[in-house]
């Protein structure tokens, strides 16, 4: 395993003592995440906070949409109106059901919006009127708040903090948000998200749906562009991951490779065939490998998973994780030798990318636009191999990991100088 080296942050532009660099109110403390609820949008806030040194002081809050029932239907709306809708739906229910009490017909409730079954009640929901409200009342004690947001439904919070407390604040928002990018002090996306303006998607996007193919204008200086996804994973968390699951894996014959696999998406589809292809492929590197582990992720469709159990589940050297707690995913990028992931997964190949350790991609060449672009700079720079069936596993290979979230911390830093500000986790 190749530890991961983070940049170390950058020292006061002019060289002098804090207190005359920004004072008490040029150094940030705190940091706070606005999230969505979804684990692929959240944890590149966490990781990114975490690479700035927030390991305590980060407080999480959220955005939360009414869920369940025809709530689903709604989520394309602003979380703003979706929620008004929702309370007009629920007072129509509630009326309904005294209507005809009387007459015993039962009108089915709609679900609550923060359902205490999944713990969303227990986080802080994010109201752009409080968290401006405290940034202005603690800066003088605290000094400024550092604002980190990533998914859609969050946009419209993070702009509207930066807008009313600009002064006590410095917003980060990562992922592309498809609005103006100067309502941010920082935007961090992925360079693919930036693929509708290249060449080669001028020609692949019909013009008369250019107008609503976003984004239409070139990366400014506030935006910082990435390889992949942001993440967690850096060499002090594998570190921890190769302690905490030793007696798990410390034992298998080598070399490990683990297999993660994802789920189509719209610019990634696949189905059984690409499960039957991926067999065969492992059946042919078998005598390489010392063991092989493979995961399936939420999004893998049942008919896959099955297919791949079926075939492969009652192999000596095989294991397949069914998904129960603990999740083995921090303990296969720590211990595994080799990478086999499917090509959907921005997220799973940004991870093991990371690492230095030999990742292959199944599934590539059923991708197209920006995913095709992200998997040719993935290529290009020598961080994966298409899985061909026909590896040695006993052979390996490494690269330079990929550092994303530091390089992205590092740059938030600099900006942070150039406005007199520093951070003092």
């Known amino acids: 395993m190749r530890p991961i080296k983070l940049p170390e942050p950058p020292s006061s532009p002019r060289g002098v003592p804090e207190i005359f660099d920004g004072g008490v ?3 940030i403390r705190r940091a706070i995440i606005i999230g969505n609820g979804f684990p692929g949008a959240e944890n590149q806030c966490i990781g990114l906070v975490r690479a700035l040194g927030f390991s305590h002081n980060q407080f999480l809050y959220r955005v939360i949409r009414p869920r369940g029932g025809i709530n689903e239907w709604f989520h394309w709306l602003p979380v703003s109106l979706h929620k008004k809708l929702d309370y007009i739906l629920r007072q129509i229910c509630v009326y309904s059901h005294v209507l005809f009490a009387s007459g015993e017909k039962k009108i089915a409730s709609l679900p609550s919006s923060n359902g205490s079954s999944v713990g969303i009640s227990s986080i802080l929901e994010a109201d752009v009127k409080q968290i401006v409200g405290m ?7 605290d000094g400024p708040l550092l604002v980190v947001a990533s998914g859609r439904d969050t946009i419209s919070i993070a702009s509207s903090i930066r807008q009313l407390a600009s002064d006590y604040v410095f917003v980060v ?10 309502r941010f002090d920082m935007v961090i996306t992925p360079r693919h998200d930036f ?17 609503w193919i976003t984004p239409r204008e070139p990366p400014g200086r ?64 078998l005598l390489s490998c010392g063991t092989i582990r493979i995961s399936f992720s ?32 921090l303990g296969h990028l720590a211990w595994a030798d080799a990478f086999v992931i499917t090509a959907d997964s921005i997220s799973m ?19 197209k636009w920006k995913f095709t672009d992200f998997h040719n700079t993935l290529r290009e720079r020598g961080l994966v191999r298409p899985f061909t069936g026909s590896e040695d596993l006993s052979e390996s290979w490494s690269y330079p990991p990929l550092n994303d979230t530091a390089e992205a911390a590092l740059k938030i830093q600099q900006a942070l100088a150039e406005r007199g500000w520093t951070i003092r986790a």
């Open 173 to 182: 928002q990562i992922q592309h948000p498809r609005t103006r990018l100067d």
């Open 298 to 329: 939420r999004r893998t469709p049942e008919k896959v998973s099955k297919i791949i159990v079926k075939e492969l589940g009652d192999h000596p050297k095989v294991f397949i994780w069914d998904g129960k707690e603990p999740n083995p995913h």
């Open 25 to 27: 109110f040029g150094v």
């Open 349 to 367: 190949l940004s991870e093991a990318c990371s690492t230095g350790k030999p990742v292959y991609v199944i599934g590539s060449e059923r991708c």
């Open 222 to 285: 506030n935006v910082v562009l990435t390889v992949g996804a942001l993440h967690q994973i850096d060499s002090t968390a594998l570190r921890s991951a190769a302690k905490t699951w030793h007696d798990e894996f410390g034992a298998l014959s080598r070399p490990l490779l683990v297999v993660n696999v994802g789920g189509p998406t719209s610019h990634c589809r696949y189905g059984v065939d690409l499960a039957r292809q991926l067999i065969a492929y492992l059946q042919n590197i």
């Open 135 to 141: 940034a202005h009342k603690t800066f003088d004690k």
């Open 195 to 211: 693929y509708p303006l290249t060449p080669q998607a001028q020609v692949q996007i019909p013009r008369f749906i250019r107008p």
